[in-house]
């Protein structure tokens, strides 16, 4: 018997289902590959890249035209592979033994994977009926538990809901520990939903953010922190050298700089979320929660039989087997209008007895 860590064995397992889907709505991945024009720019970026040298170890060009856009300095900015390794970094930083990490339940599945990783204990605030976010008991636990890091993911994965920013700013007033939002989806939910403009006021006050969902690049492992300049330096003690490949840099620097490119697919995405929001809402015996997302999650007695009868279809969408709070949940991602259709016609079928 090998002596590795035995508390790897209580790691509880990031679990998504792959296959050849005929329709994968399961990751809240984009429908869409990149915009032709935005292709374009990329391969012809690449063809400069220099293969032979290690990358910049602080890729500065992508931090800048990520400062830039926020009006912030590059000092504020630091990146990592996918907003996943930004997170755990994070409650690495701030966890430790004896350290208490506090965020929402049900929220992001990685959370409690975190916490065990940095060795800190975690504690979940339940969510209110309907999933509402409850400040108050929020900012209860984290002043009574004494925590060292909250964590709020807004708008909320897989729940979809958006805590309004004045509640944001009520958290951060209240609390003194570090305070990250998870902005991962925040693309969806309109321009003021962000609490990038209250950094200045709360400098402990971070904000997570991903290519992987509205700018379509799941694939390049691309996010990144926005933060105060002293946490910065901190957290990036915590990331080994050359953590980051030159060629998923490069993709997201173009994509920066083309980010208006993306608003129609963004607003498209809106706009087929509220169509199928309307027709899950008008099925029988299924609830659906109202979503700032790129997602929707609907609640439903025969949610298990659902899931097969959509495997059967080669459609893949999130269950979420025994997770707190989720019994008899789907998790649907917004696809293209196509795949919404058949989705939809497939939920339908189904909910009608057909
Ligand atoms: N935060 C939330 C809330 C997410 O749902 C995800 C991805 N599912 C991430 C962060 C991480 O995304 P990525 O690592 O692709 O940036």
Redo the contacts with the bound molecule.
């Keep these: 018997m090998l002596d590795y860590r035995k508390d790897i064995d209580n790691l509880p397992v990031y679990d998504v289902v792959e296959r050849d889907w005929n329709i994968k709505v399961n990751?809240?991945e984009s429908g869409w590959n990149l915009p032709p024009l935005v292709e374009e720019r990329v391969l012809s970026s690449l063809s400069r890249i220099a293969f032979n040298r290690y990358p910049n170890t602080e890729p500065e060009d992508l931090s800048e035209i990520i400062a830039k856009r926020f009006g912030l300095q590059k000092e504020n900015v630091w990146l990592g592979?996918?907003?996943?390794?930004i997170?755990d970094k994070i409650f690495y930083a701030f966890g430790g033994e004896g350290h208490k990490i506090v965020y929402m339940q049900p929220?992001?599945s990685?959370y409690p994977i975190c916490v065990k990783s940095a060795d800190a204990e975690g504690i979940a605030v339940p969510l209110d009926d309907d999933y509402k976010f409850n400040a108050e008991k929020f900012i209860e636990a984290v002043k009574s538990q004494k925590a060292s890091l909250a964590v709020v993911?807004n708008p909320n994965?897989p729940t979809g809901g958006l805590i309004p920013v004045e509640d944001i700013e009520k958290i951060a007033k209240e609390i003194d520990c570090a305070f990250l939002v998870?902005e991962?989806?925040v693309e969806f939910a309109g321009k003021k939903a962000s609490a990038v403009s209250l950094m200045s006021k709360y400098p402990h006050l971070m904000v997570?953010r991903?290519?992987?969902?509205a700018f379509g690049l799941?694939a390049i492992?691309?996010?990144y922190l926005l933060a105060d300049k002293d946490i910065i330096s901190t957290v990036g003690k915590v990331f080994k050298p050359y953590y980051l490949n030159v060629l998923s840099t490069v993709v997201a620097s173009v994509v920066m700089q083309m980010y208006d490119e993306f608003d129609p697919r963004i607003e498209m995405v809106i706009s087929e979320r509220d169509r199928m929001y309307e027709e899950f809402l008008s099925l029988p015996g299924v609830k659906v929660y109202p979503s700032d997302t790129n997602f929707l999650l609907l609640r439903y007695d025969k949610a298990k039989e659902l899931n097969e009868r959509l495997l059967n279809y080669g459609i893949g969408v999130r269950s979420f087997g025994n997770a707190p709070m989720l019994d008899n949940c789907l998790r649907i991602s917004i696809g293209t209008p196509e795949e919404n259709n058949a989705v939809m016609k497939a939920i339908r079928n189904f909910a009608e007895g057909r």
């Design positions: 990751a809240n592979n996918g907003s996943s390794e997170i929220s992001f990685m993911c994965n998870d991962a989806y997570a991903t290519f992987s969902k799941a492992r691309v996010g």
